[in-house]
């Protein structure tokens, strides 16, 4: 599967912004998709989680309250609604797939992966 993330940009912060996913290649209802977002000189961090099989998004302490994942599978994409938006939160956005039955919170167990997108949240 071939994933393209989108929707970033200049944003003040407090302000909203969303993000999206999209797939192509292969069924994307079977994909477990995250986002996982990387700031300059730090680790890549998974935000957010949309399982498969309809189980309960799973999110970051970071951005829970404040970040929403949804997928609208008829169109095969992931979106990231980010609310209440930090300085902080600035960072590449980045979506990742995967279908195997490994945790979902870990960044190794994903093997595809889209371009990032950048959000700069100014203060």
């Known amino acids: 599967v071939q994933l393209q993330a989108s929707g970033g940009g200049l944003v003040q912060a407090g302000s909203s912004r969303k993000l999206s996913c999209s797939a192509s290649?292969?069924?994307?209802?079977?994909?477990?998709v995250a986002w996982v977002r990387q700031a300059p000189g730090r680790a890549r961090e998974i935000v957010a989680v949309?399982?498969?099989?309809?189980?309960?998004?799973w999110y970051a302490a970071s951005v829970k309250g404040r970040f929403t994942v949804s997928r609208d599978s008829a169109k095969d994409t992931v979106w990231l609604q980010m609310s209440s938006l930090k300085p902080e939160d600035t960072a590449t956005y980045y979506c990742?797939?995967?279908?195997?039955?490994?945790?979902?919170?870990?960044?190794?167990?994903?093997?595809?992966w889209g371009q990032g997108t950048l959000v700069t949240v100014s203060s």
């Open positions: 290649g292969r069924a994307f209802i079977n994909y477990t």
């Open positions: 990742a797939a995967k279908t195997n039955s490994g945790p979902i919170y870990m960044i190794s167990e994903y093997d595809y």
């Open positions: 949309m399982p498969w099989r309809g189980d309960r998004p």
